[in-house]
């Protein structure tokens, strides 16, 4: 029964000091509490930044994971789809044998018109 007295008592003069603490005091207390929590919310607001930022970055490497992606990611891009056009002529040029046409000059007069 006495030591439930004396935390009772304990805690009387906690409260006691707690109501009395000067205002000074306790709008320090408040002043670095509002302050830790600026500080929190800044670096949650950066790390949000950064990570909207990755966000397009990593869906574009989850597309280029799959053929259906890629193919997403150049019908997106008309200057891409130009060069892949530009490439692919190239390549069906390269293919056919070229067209040659001869003509026999003799003393600078054409021939074989």
Do not use: C
Not at 4 to 19: Q, W
Not at 52 to 71: D, S
Not at 99 to 108: D, F, S
């Amino acid at each position: 029964m006495f030591s439930t007295f004396s935390f009772f008592l304990e805690n009387l003069l906690f409260f006691a000091y707690f109501i009395q603490m000067r205002p000074v005091e306790h709008k320090a207390a408040l002043k670095r509490l509002k302050d830790k929590q600026k500080i929190r919310q800044r670096t949650y607001k950066l790390e949000i930044k950064a990570l909207e930022k990755a966000i397009p970055e990593a869906e574009i490497a989850v597309k280029l994971l799959t053929n259906k992606g890629k193919l997403e990611l150049i019908l997106e891009d008309p200057n891409l789809v130009a060069t892949l056009k530009e490439r692919w002529i190239a390549a069906e040029a390269a293919k056919r044998p070229p067209q040659v046409t001869t003509t026999l000059t003799q003393g600078g007069i054409w021939k074989g018109q």
